[in-house]
């Protein structure tokens, strides 16, 4: 099978090291890729938000799958524009990537399609906005309506700072601005691969949002996660698709905009039940460093059954018994201001323990071809062990191994479970 994936984070470099060790695959590019993705596949520089490049590209290549790591060219049609050049793609069209790109189209669809979620009002005015604080409370949550990569989202007691941001928000372009009731218990996220009518969940994973130990600091893209999640219900992936990802994948289907991709189910799980917090398009980072850690199957085989609308005849995933944890190196500065340029040392180092990889995200190469951090999130450490204490330890050691000047890391991911 000739794939193309496009992106360039570790979430890219981790599906490319799994779909590049599968037999099935016998061509592997990545645009545009990072140093990571160069070792197992061929890397080439276009912008793989651009649906013009991304269909030129397909053109010169034929591939017999196109896989879209991020949600950019999700929302900017790139999906669409190879499927209407004939080329099964693993993502959703602009109609369906909607669910990520606008809260309030998310809230429109689970509520038509009876998905348990926070009470929210959507507001597009300063008056509406603080009426809407008022009425759920603290602590408030604010969510901006639009993509935001993880940072549009605050959560404070407040009332002056959830203010601030959702006037932020107002402020923009069509500024639109979500303020919903605070959801308490503890967050699992349930990837689901969906072929517009069929759905197949992955493994779920937990993901640590905040930059500081302890959840302290502002929001970031994710700063590391983990799988299995023990102290979950053990029919909690089939829960999700029962209640959750099911109803919303049929509701797709009746608008006619069809849901094939990963639909990432972001849940709180209340005294009260599954609530949705979030609905993401693609594969979430950094769980997926965590989740493809563990899977035993095929990746290619199950991403070109949802693509091809085949996914009820294939095999369901299938799952190591081992335990996975990934903890994010970032810059320092990130998630606000992150410099770059650090040189990046000890991977291979990392890499010499067994049971440790290493997934580039914000890395590049200097003029003598070292290795240098180039973004807010550099790379994510990953460890698999007998037990999630155990690859964590591990995960740790790998980590400590790696060295960039002023480089932060969560010293509690995966801990206090
Ligand atoms: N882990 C959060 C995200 O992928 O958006």
Redesign the pocket.
């Known amino acids: 099978m000739k794939i193309l994936l496009l992106g360039s984070g570790a979430r890219e470099h981790a599906l490319a090291r799994c779909l590049a060790s599968d037999p099935v695959t016998t061509e592997l590019v990545v645009a545009p890729g990072n140093p990571g993705t160069a070792a197992v596949a061929t890397n080439l520089a276009i912008d793989p938000a651009s649906p013009t490049e991304v269909v030129e590209l397909v053109a010169q290549m034929s591939p017999d799958l196109v896989v879209v790591g991020p949600e950019a060219p999700l929302v900017a049609g790139v999906a669409d524009a190879v499927r209407d050049a004939g080329i099964p793609v693993f993502g959703p069209g602009v109609g369906a990537a909607r669910l990520e790109g606008s809260k309030a189209f998310a809230k429109e669809v689970m509520a038509a399609a009876g998905v348990p979620t926070a009470e929210a009002a959507v507001c597009t005015t300063e008056a509406e906005l603080a009426a809407a604080l008022d009425r759920f409370g603290a602590p408030h949550v604010v969510k901006e309506d639009g993509l935001a990569a ?1 940072k549009g989202v605050v959560v404070t007691s407040d009332r002056a700072a959830a203010m601030d941001h959702g006037l932020a928000c107002l402020a923009k372009e069509h500024g639109t601005v979500v303020v919903e009731d605070y959801l308490d218990g503890p967050e699992a ?1 349930v990837f689901c691969v969906c072929d517009g009518a069929t759905v197949r969940p992955l493994a779920p994973a937990q ?1 640590f ?1 905040r930059l500081a130990d302890g959840d302290a600091g502002p929001n970031t ?2 700063m590391g ?1 983990y799988s299995p999640l023990t102290w979950a219900p053990e029919d909690l992936a089939e829960r999700v698709v029962r209640e959750v990802a099911q109803p919303v994948v049929d509701e797709m289907a009746r608008r006619g905009t069809a849901f094939i991709g990963l639909l ?1 189910c972001g849940l709180a799980l209340t005294g009260d039940g599954l609530r949705v917090v979030e609905f ?1 398009v693609r594969f ?4 997926t460093q965590a989740v493809l850690a563990r899977l035993t199957s095929s990746l290619p085989e199950l991403l070109h059954s949802a693509a091809t609308g085949c996914l009820a005849e294939s095999p369901a995933p299938t799952w190591s018994e081992q335990a996975a944890v990934d903890v994010v190196l970032a810059a320092p500065g990130y998630p606000g201001a992150p410099t770059t340029g650090g040189p990046v040392t000890g991977i291979e180092e990392a890499e010499a323990l067994p049971g440790v990889h290493v997934l580039h995200a914000g890395t590049g190469l200097d003029d003598d071809g070292g290795l240098i951090a180039s973004g807010g999130r550099v790379l994510s450490v990953v460890a698999v062990g007998d037990t999630v204490d155990a690859a964590r330890e591990l995960a740790y050691e790998g980590l400590s191994r790696i060295h960039l000047d002023g480089g932060q890391y969560r010293t509690d991911i995966a801990a206090g479970r």
């Open positions: 993880g996220s993901d949002k893209g994710g996660a990432y993401n979430g980072d950094p769980e």
